[in-house]
């Protein structure tokens, strides 16, 4: 695939289309590479042959495999903590493995990254929850490592120290972080400009997302995602900041929650936007 620019916007989108179609349809937006989220329950059993070819064909370029899993979801705080990533335990075998076929579909198609939202990390390194997910964590890196990729986490859901600590003592080269910004504010876990500097050496990507903080008074509930520069980030000063830490990786516009009309909107304003600020 094509060498990408420093700072080159892409898009994040899903799988579970005709694959030739979908890339089309993000290079319609006037971007080459992007990263690719992959739904628990998208089958990838054969898949990789038409990826590999749309790609190929239309010399797009994907950085990540995107994992979620079955049964997870975003209502509010609680929830997540009970249902996303690798902490809950009744379903950290079965994501597991699939995150094992995420990283192999993704080496099918020389995607050097998988990354996923692990979930809220415990503070307390002795936490029963804390040490599983760190040995599974550490099993995850290697087995991307067989693959040459990096396995990233998406921030957002601890704040940056937690994460960081976490980071450390996984002690896995190929460990790294997919970084948005929005999450911080979303989940009201710190200031997303202070955290980009705590975490300067550790990212591999970043999301572009924009969003508001949480309500106040509403405990457990989440901020609302907006529309990239209408939220809280600060956009500009967002990737003043990457270039500031010497951030070189791509720009991945991400846009939850909205109908395929509103979306391709938000997606094209977003991609004007940061065509004037990078
Ligand atoms: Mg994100």
């Known amino acids: 695939m094509q060498p990408l620019a420093d700072l080159e916007i892409g898009v994040m989108f899903w799988a579970g289309r005709d694959p030739l179609a979908t890339v089309r349809e993000i290079k319609s937006f006037g971007v080459r590479s992007g ?27 994907l950085v990540t495999a995107f994992c979620a899993y079955i049964g997870e979801d975003y209502a509010d705080i609680p929830t997540v903590q009970r249902t996303v990533g690798f902490i809950p335990p009744a379903t950290r075998e079965e994501r597991e493995q699939r995150t094992y076929e995420v990283s192999g579909f ?56 937690v994460l960081l600590n976490f980071l450390r003592d996984v002690e896995r080269p190929n460990l790294k972080i997919n970084f948005d910004p929005a999450n911080m504010i979303l989940y009201g876990t710190g200031d997303p400009i202070e955290a980009v500097g705590m975490l300067a050496g ?31 980030v600060g956009m500009a000063n967002f990737i003043a900041t990457l270039k500031e830490i010497g951030y070189r990786g791509t720009l991945n516009i991400e846009r939850e929650g909205q109908s395929p009309e509103q979306w391709r909107q938000d997606v094209r304003m977003a991609v004007d936007l940061l065509k004037r600020l990078r």
């Open 202 to 232: 550790e990212l591999v990507s970043v999301h572009c997302k924009d969003g508001d903080w949480p309500p106040m008074g509403v405990p457990g509930a989440l901020g609302a995602e907006r529309p990239l520069g209408a939220g809280s």
């Open 35 to 61: 990263q690719l989220g992959i739904a628990g329950d998208t089958p990838l059993a054969g898949a990789a042959a038409a990826w590999r070819s749309a790609l190929q064909s239309e010399e797009f370029t």
């Open 106 to 161: 993704a080496a099918e198609l020389g995607v050097p990254g998988v990354a996923c939202h692990i979930g809220f990390v415990p503070e307390d390194k002795n936490a029963a929850d804390y040490v599983a997910v760190r040995a599974m964590v550490r099993r995850v890196c290697d087995y991307c490592a067989r693959h040459n990729q990096t396995f990233a986490l998406e921030t957002g859901q601890e704040p940056a120290g």
